[in-house]
């Protein structure tokens, strides 16, 4: 591992347009779960599969039960940015970050201090009414009880992507952009699983792909270099 990190700590000291593309498993040293890990939120007993609750036909056909996951399960209280978040906003701050791309919906990279983060999955730290767009504090939706109704009689929302739904293009469009002109590319905390957002790394040109992640991806063998340790511990150390 030694070697490794110092190897990645030489490619980061040598860059100044590095880019990360980051998962639930950014998230996990923070106190959230992920999704597929062994103690994941799709390893959960529930009612019906966590990936169904997270569907748009769900959330309009059953938004009690949507809300009794999103706030038992979305919603973790007093969670913090871990080592893995603050030393990313640094990088930025360095100039040597360009851009955080995350799948996450918890809000933790902005909260370390990252300023340009692509939230591809949106984040449930911002709300709106389904019917007429109107947006709204999120607290009312995370911390209330029953289902949030907007003036206008719509069911409030979280401004995240549900299954079914389609990602924002400009968001898109600018993570392939970042991607495509990245000199690094440090893909964490991800199992690669969910299209169209593991696909967007196929956009990368480089030949410095790293690959910080616990479990094994459909993406090693395309990595220039692997480390299959804790993303906080690794981040912590270059
Ligand atoms: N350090 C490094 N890797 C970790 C850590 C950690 N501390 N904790 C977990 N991991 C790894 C796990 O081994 C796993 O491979 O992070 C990965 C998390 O994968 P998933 O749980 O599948 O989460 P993610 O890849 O973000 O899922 C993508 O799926 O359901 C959708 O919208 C949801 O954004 C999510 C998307």
């Known amino acids: 591992m030694e070697d490794k990190i110092a190897q990645l700590r030489q490619m980061i000291a040598d860059s100044d347009n590095i880019v990360f593309f980051g998962g639930a498993g950014v998230s996990t040293e923070s106190g959230i779960p992920d999704f597929r890990s062994v103690d994941g939120l799709y390893n ?21 039960e949507y809300y009794r996951f999103h706030r ?21 701050q360095e100039g040597k970050l360009k851009a955080v791309i995350t ?7 902005q909260a370390a201090g990252s300023k340009n983060v692509l939230e591809l999955h949106g984040s449930i730290l911002r709300a709106y009414c389904s019917r007429c767009r109107r947006p709204y504090p999120a607290e009312e939706m995370n911390k209330g009880q029953g289902v949030p109704r907007c003036a206008c009689g719509g069911v409030i929302r979280p401004d995240i992507v549900l299954y ?6 400009d968001i898109v469009r600018s993570a392939i952009a970042y991607i495509r ?3 690094i590319l440090i893909i964490g905390g991800t199992s690669l699983n969910v299209y169209p957002a593991a696909g967007l790394i196929n956009y990368y040109r480089g ?32």
């Open 181 to 183: 002109n990245a000199d």
């Open 207 to 238: 030949k410095k792909l790293v690959l910080i992640n616990l479990s094994e991806t459909p993406y090693d063998s395309y990595a220039d270099l692997i480390i299959h340790e804790k993303i906080g511990e690794v981040f912590s150390r270059v």
């Open 103 to 109: 799948q996450n919906i918890d809000g933790l990279h």
């Open 164 to 169: 079914e739904e389609p990602l924002d293009n």
């Open 72 to 92: 038992e399960k979305l919603v973790v209280d007093g969670v913090k940015p871990n080592r893995a978040h603050l030393r990313l906003a640094q990088l930025e």
């Open 44 to 64: 959960q007993k529930w009612k019906y599969p966590p990936e169904t609750i997270l569907s748009h036909s769900f959330f309009e056909r059953d938004p009690e």
